[in-house]
């Protein structure tokens, strides 16, 4: 049961952030989804400071909160303060995490967050945790975030993509692209701050961003786009905690970088099998 | 006061460990500062990122066969792991039709994620020497000793010395692309000179402000210093200065409380000062809008004369 | 010369958009008469696609109005298509050409309810209009700018307006393309349909067009192509660029304009 609720935990997580993760990809937002993953840090902070406890749902729908800040004072500084877009998320979002950090160390210092599992989380310890039927707090929150996002997703498919594929156009059919914009927004902040605890900042940014990656070098149509995407996470999660097991290392990083290397691995074999594609028609030529 | 007291105690440079933790920080963050106005002048802010995430598993594997904590040994581990990274973005994103954004956070979370694995395992390992790599996380300012000094001291003589040699060429391809394409200026030697430049400082700049917040250190100077000024060689040294002044800053809010991290504090003022040169520098949001309205006055007034 | 139109199926009244304080275009005032098909003719930054963006609201404006068929956008939007600049968007997108064009008849309302059998059927009319049928299941990075610029074609007509426009709908596109986008264009004329394109290849526009717009961040003229379409016009639009105004003697030489009398 311990290793299942593990597992669990982490298909979650990847269902949601590879869903979310696939329209930041599609829309060249992938770094907005690392600013997002590192500015919610004080926001879970002082969630946890006024609640005294992590897991509290409604504090932490509040400290996603800090997200959509970030993004917006991102995007203010990028459109009227003169910074250049890049340089806009470098800056807010190591301001945010710094302070996050500074909360932590001086504020919260005898609390359970520490500086450490900030970045990969304390997937072990969620088996542990107090229950609610039976399945412990953070899985069940993140089961309820699962809800929405895929609801969100598969009713909001049509908006998500046209606002996706053309701006203009979507905006002459009189569809609301800010609408569109926040509600992924909003939605990425609130699953990235519940995913927080259990993998981490780093972790977050890898399940939104590697699936939806592989997803699109394997297939050209948005329907299995999608399926590919979380299949991918769910798939990497429970082989990766496998092998985490087997060779006593720890189950998140080791889910990111079987995530990384079977991207890699695919993509080296694609370039493979294109040269040698290229190669049999030049010797066919030839003959 | 308290406070004076500290305060005093802090500039009177009297104690020798403070000395170090304050030069070795100062010349790291003058190094970053220069460096920073390569980055952000040829938009790479965000590889950045990638390259000093990526630092982590090389500083493990530079551990890992050495078996000592030897800086020398963990930045060259370091320095291969950022080249590693650089490449893997260029190539995922030159071979497929993954996007350069996208490729920059799988590098970033694949490589950070296997630096972590190979932590674990060097902890579990035995090895006294390992612990305080986790320091590499968020900086280590304040284990700074004499013996760091001389490998910041050559790093920071290292990076003027290219500068200088290539100052012109840096200049104008970061000016001018296109006149730099003209008179025939290599593109590729451009791009290599930044990006060994940064993948240099990052290896060594995670000492005080650690891997997570390092690209801070190698955005937010110039940032700010390019509100200031148009000038290349001025930016360079207001961007330098800024970085100076906030990790002097960064360490003195450390020294006043035990429980007050240098790396984060050194970027939130760093963080504060591009912030205040966006609404108040000549350039600045605040200061336009004031110019405007004064302008606008002033229009008016004539009119009615 | 502004020419004035009675009834006229989209108005401009001083309409002045900037980009960072600087004026993009200033003072827009125009008319178009219904059923005419129509070229907004200008040098490179003269503000063509920020007139179009503005009409479509999707650039702030700074001042004046737009009306079409004498209402606001808002409340006539169905009745108008836009067709973006092909480059605008990543081709790269994981669609096939049909899954585009059905998104000609998304609307802001509809966004929720699932698309008919009609509204399929309507969508591979408009495919087979533009002669991409048979690409119908292709991924859009498969094609050609030319083939890309009929895709988004093919979305408009899915939207079944009254008024069309078109950002460059030439730019970039090969001949058989650009015959065959021509061909589409005549055919909504004759259905009674009001075209406005930009275009900035001056040698063809006094063929396909017959009201021509004239822009260089002023509108410099407005009417029927034998009005505007004059050397002393066109040299006031391209004030001073000898290249263009060479082409301009070459093409009024060689067309003898109007050659297209209606």
Not at chain 1, 82 to 91: E, N, T
Not at chain 1, 149 to 163: A, C, E, M, N, R
Not at chain 3, 77 to 103: G, H, L, N
């Amino acid at each position: 049961m311990f290793d299942f609720w593990i597992i669990l935990t982490a298909c979650i997580i990847a269902i949601n952030s590879s869903l979310l993760g696939s329209f930041l990809v599609l829309r060249k937002m992938s770094l907005i989804g690392d600013a997002l993953s590192h500015s919610v840090l004080p926001g879970i902070v002082i969630a946890f400071l006024i609640s005294g406890e992590i897991n509290s749902f409604w504090m932490l729908i509040g400290a996603s909160g800090f997200g959509i800040f970030a993004i917006l004072i991102i995007d203010w500084l990028n459109r009227f303060g003169g910074f250049g877009k890049d340089s806009s998320i470098g800056i807010v979002y190591t301001l945010l995490f710094a302070i996050g950090i500074i909360l932590i160390t001086s504020i919260a210092k005898n609390s359970d967050i520490d500086v450490d599992c900030v970045l990969f989380g304390d997937i072990n310890t969620v088996p542990l945790l107090p229950k609610i039927f039976t399945i412990p707090v953070p899985t069940f929150n993140l089961l309820i975030i699962a809800v929405i996002v895929t609801l969100t997703i598969l009713f909001g498919l049509k908006g998500f993509k046209i606002s996706t594929f053309d701006k203009s156009h979507a905006q002459t059919l009189g569809v609301s692209i800010t609408f569109w914009n926040y509600l992924l927004l909003g939605l990425s902040s609130i699953s990235t701050v519940f995913s927080f605890d259990s993998v981490g900042a780093i972790m977050v940014i890898g399940l939104i961003v590697i699936p939806p990656s592989f997803a699109n070098i394997i297939t050209r149509k948005l329907s299995r786009f999608l399926i590919i995407s979380v299949s991918f996470g769910v798939v990497s999660c429970i082989i990766g905690h496998c092998i985490a097991i087997y060779l006593d290392i720890p189950t998140v990083p080791t889910i990111g970088f079987l995530m990384g290397l079977i991207l890699i691995l695919t993509l080296v074999f694609q370039t493979f099998k294109k040269n040698f594609q290229q190669r049999t028609k030049a010797k066919i030529i030839k003959q | 006061m308290d406070f004076w007291s500290d305060f005093l105690y802090f500039f009177s440079f009297a104690d020798t460990n403070i000395n170090n933790v304050l030069i070795g920080t100062s010349v790291l963050g003058f190094t970053c500062g220069i460096v920073s106005v390569l980055v952000v002048l040829s938009k790479k802010a965000l590889i950045v990122d990638a390259i000093s995430h990526a630092v982590l598993p090389g500083i493990c594997i530079g551990f890992m066969f050495t078996g000592v904590k030897n800086p020398i040994y963990l930045s060259i581990g370091g320095m291969a792991a950022g080249a590693v990274a650089v490449y893997l973005v260029d190539w995922i994103s030159r071979i497929s039709r993954i996007k350069k954004d996208a490729s920059i956070a799988i590098s970033l979370s694949v490589l950070f994620s296997l630096g972590v694995i190979l932590l674990n395992i060097i902890q579990h390992s035995g090895n006294s020497n390992q612990s305080g790599l986790t320091d590499f996380l968020f900086g280590k300012a304040a284990t700074i000793i004499q013996s760091d000094l001389y490998l910041f001291g050559a790093v920071f003589i290292f990076v003027i010395l290219t500068l200088l040699i290539f100052y012109q060429h840096l200049k104008i391809a970061l000016f001018d692309a296109g006149f730099a394409k003209t008179i025939g200026l290599s593109e590729k030697l451009t791009q290599g000179l930044i990006s060994g430049l940064v993948i240099i400082s990052t290896a060594v700049g995670i000492q005080t402000v650690g891997i997570i917040l390092m690209s801070a250190l190698l955005i937010s100077p110039a940032s700010a210093a390019l509100f200031w000024t148009n000038n290349f060689k001025k930016a360079i040294l207001i961007s330098g200065l800024f970085a100076t002044l906030s990790s002097v800053l960064g360490v003195f809010v450390s020294f006043l409380s035990a429980d007050m991290p240098t790396g984060p504090w050194i970027i939130v003022v760093l963080s504060c000062f591009a912030l205040f040169s966006a609404f108040l520098s000549k350039k600045g949001v605040i200061t336009k809008k004031i110019r405007a309205k004064i302008d606008a006055s002033y229009n008016l007034k004539e009119k009615e004369n | 010369m502004i020419k004035k139109v009675e009834n006229p199926i989209l108005e401009v009244r001083d309409l002045t958009v900037t980009y960072d304080s600087k004026p993009a275009l200033c003072d827009a005032n125009f008319g178009i008469p219904q059923g005419s098909m129509v070229g907004l003719v200008g040098p490179n930054g003269a503000g063509k696609s920020t007139l179009l963006k503005a009409l479509m609201e999707l650039i702030p404006k700074s001042s004046g109005n737009v009306k079409f068929f004498n209402e606001n956008l808002e409340s006539v939007r169905k009745k108008i298509a836009y067709v973006p600049q092909k480059e605008s968007v990543d081709w790269d997108f994981p669609a096939t050409v049909f899954d585009i064009v059905e998104m000609g008849r998304y609307g802001s309302k509809s966004l929720f309810k699932r698309l008919t059998k009609n509204d399929k059927e309507i969508a591979r009319e408009a495919l087979t209009k533009v002669k991409m049928l048979d690409f119908a299941d292709r991924h859009i990075s498969e094609l050609s700018g030319g083939q890309q610029q009929r895709v988004f074609i093919a979305r408009a007509l899915a939207q079944k307006a009254d008024v069309y426009l078109m950002d460059e709908p030439f730019a970039g596109v090969d001949v058989a393309s650009e015959k065959t986008i021509v061909n589409v264009l005549v055919q909504l004329q004759n259905e009674g349909k009001t075209i406005f394109v930009v275009h900035h290849n001056l040698q063809s526009a006094a063929e396909y067009f017959d009201w021509m717009i004239l822009i260089n961040k002023n509108i410099v003229a407005s009417g029927p192509i034998k009005d505007v379409f004059t050397p002393e016009l066109l040299q006031k639009t391209y004030d001073g660029n000898l290249t263009t105004l060479e082409q301009i003697g070459q093409t009024i030489q060689k067309q003898q304009f109007p050659i297209r009398e209606s």
